[in-house]
Nanobody, 115 residues
Framework: QVQLVESGGGLVQPGGSLRLSCAASGLFFSINTMGWYRQAPGKERELVATITSVGSTMYADSVKGRFTISRDNTKKTVYLQMTSLKPEDTAVYYC?????????WGQGTQVTVSS
């Protein structure tokens, strides 16, 4: 069973930065696509960014130019560097690992952007 453990969330002022980390336990981390999603109160979960096994990335339009997803296969960890944070970035951020026909989720980490 794959376990994903997120960390790095917290309270930050608008314009600030945070780095989220997601540590994975699965055997096939290095060949699976990893992603970050978020869910704000009263809203559906939405895709933030993904990174494939070869490092190809994709971002939601709302975070392009501000967020950067990366991965370290030796540490089985995926990161989300968030800069120029806005109040509308406030949400629970979830890590996702996806392979053919199966996906796994972490428990989520809260990010709150407020002055």
């Amino acid at each position: 069973q794959v376990q994903l453990v997120e960390s790095g969330g917290g309270l930050v002022q608008p314009g600030g930065s945070l780095r989220l980390s997601c540590a994975a336990s699965g055997l096939f981390f290095s060949i699976n696509t990893m992603g970050w999603y978020r869910q704000a109160p009263g809203k559906e979960r939405e895709l933030v960014a993904t990174i494939t096994s070869v490092g190809s990335t994709m971002y939601a339009d709302s975070v392009k130019g501000r967020f950067t997803i990366s991965r370290d296969n030796t540490k089985k960890t995926v990161y989300l560097q968030m800069t120029s944070l806005k109040p509308e970035d406030t949400a629970v951020y979830y890590c996702n690992e996806r392979t053919v026909g199966v996906e796994y989720w972490g428990q989520g980490t809260q990010v709150t952007v407020s002055s």
